[in-house]
């Protein structure tokens, strides 16, 4: 839940314990789509042409290519050439003419076909090709189910990101949230759901008339640890996403929340206040023993792993209001982060290389998401809303995801770690929180 909110009363939502039994289900469903809306990019996006791929299959499935200039499009980095202003539509290296896309302006082109072969797989054959050399840069057939195609459009995505700027992609990877809206018999429902980085193929994980918060992923991205309100309290569960099998692993009297997992996968740093007081703690899934990491007067909540494994942040306000703190594990020392960045710091988060802090800044009523640099201590805010929450890293630390709220509700944004490329996601009905990007799907 979100921190910004309510984090004196440790977010709010301990009061959600005296509702009722919630009706849950656990299971998964087609849900709605999010939709991306590009809001800003770069003015020095690279130009680049996806022609239609050619279709040799007999069959009608989706282009590949508009799922490929889609992507590139979402990072504010490529400018894709319409398919109505392209000169021609090649699918072979000899059919491309090279004057037809320089006068253009096209400095990669992008070309392909999907093959049927046995057994409901179909290939995706593409090239990347130098217009001005006109030598390939990169070539793949990738075989994929029928129904994965957009999986295999994503993974060529990132193929070709990875060429052309040297940086991984992150189209592979899945996203996590929460959405709330009014059920039928007008009861709040809450659903975990899970789709692809590009917003389709959402699917409902969990739903319930309880509240469902903190979403985390498994390092292999084949599990989610979440908390939910189900049987009067709130609980850590563990759901395996391949199988649905579900599993409630700490509970107990008071707060059992935010979880997050090592990068190994073997523990989980949570917040429980079973001895009185919200602590941070280490669930280790071989020997389903807790151990306790913090001690102090004050909350302790919202840990985060640092990328090495040798140690976590966390929020608390045992300071100047909620800080950002460092736990290192090896010598039980500590550390406190954030210094004139104001009184109010909270739900930091490593980017992947581990050398900045995505958090919760708040300064005039205002809460924003900001950069902090962990060298050089130089921090730098990255979106203008009132009310920004919850930020997560895509795998390839070029995007944070975060809930915004606007007038109708908690929507989902997404902003490049330079600030400049900005997208909104948006569903058509109620209200999306507490997104967490996944790993990449290999």
């Known amino acids: 839940m979100s921190s910004t909110r309510c984090y004196s009363s440790h977010f709010g939502w301990i009061v959600a314990l005296i509702a009722s039994v919630c009706t849950l289900f656990s299971f998964e469903v087609i849900a709605e789509d999010l939709v991306i809306k590009i809001e800003k990019g770069v003015s020095t996006a690279l130009p680049i042409a996806i022609v239609p791929f050619e279709n040799k299959t007999g069959e009608p499935l989706i282009d590949p290519a508009a ?18 202003d392209m000169p021609a539509l090649p699918s072979t290296l000899e059919d491309v003419r090279k004057k037809n896309w320089t006068s253009l302006g096209i400095e990669n082109l992008v070309i392909g076909k999907l093959v049927k072969k046995k057994h409901g797989t179909t290939d995706i054959h593409f090239r990347l090709i130098d217009v001005y050399s006109g030598k ?10 029928d129904d994965d195609l957009r999986f295999g459009s994503h993974k060529v995505s990132d193929f070709i990101y990875e060429k052309l700027l040297d940086k991984p992609g992150a189209y592979t990877s899945l996203l996590a949230y929460i959405t709330v809206d009014q059920g039928l018999d007008s009861d709040t429902v809450y ?23 903190s979403p985390a992923w498994s390092p292999d991205g084949q599990r989610l640890a979440y908390v939910s309100f189900e049987r009067n309290n709130s609980a850590i569960y563990l759901q395996d996403l391949a199988t649905g099998r579900r599993e409630r692993i700490i509970h107990g009297k008071g707060i059992n929340s935010s ?11 949570v917040t429980l206040s079973r001895d009185g007081n919200p602590e941070i703690y280490l669930y280790d899934f071989k020997s389903k023993s807790l151990t306790r990491v913090t001690r102090h007067g004050a909350i302790d909540t919202e ?20 800080q950002i703190y460092y736990h290192n594990l090896a010598d039980n020392s500590m550390e406190r982060i954030t210094y004139n960045m104001g009184r109010y710091n909270t739900r930091a988060r490593y980017s992947p290389d581990g050398r900045k802090l995505v ?3 708040g300064a005039q009523g205002n809460y924003r998401i900001v950069l902090f640099d962990l060298q050089t201590k130089i921090y730098e805010a990255v979106t203008i809303g009132v009310l920004d ?13 975060y809930a ?25 009905r109620g209200e999306v929180r507490e997104p967490v990007w996944g790993p990449l799907i290999r």
């Open 67 to 84: 799922i490929i200039r889609n992507n590139l499009e979402r990072s504010g980095l490529f400018k894709s050439l319409p398919v109505n």
């Open 136 to 145: 390939q840069l990169l070539g793949y057939r990738i075989p994929v189910r």
């Open 191 to 213: 659903r975990l759901q899970v789709s692809d980085s590009d917003g389709h193929n959402a699917r409902t994980i969990l739903q319930s008339t309880e509240p469902i918060v």
């Open 259 to 269: 979880p997050a997992f090592s990068g190994d996968g073997n523990k989980l740093a």
């Open 303 to 322: 840990p985060a792993w640092a990328p090495d494994g040798r140690g976590l942040v966390f929020t608390s306000d045992r300071g100047d209001g909620p």
């Open 359 to 361: 958090l919760v800044n």
């Open 389 to 401: 929450e919850s930020p997560s890293f895509s795998p390839n630390g070029a995007m944070i995801i």
């Open 404 to 428: 915004t709220v606007t007038k109708n509700g908690s929507q989902l944004a997404a902003v490049s770690a330079d600030g400049f490329t900005k997208q909104k996601l948006v569903v058509q």
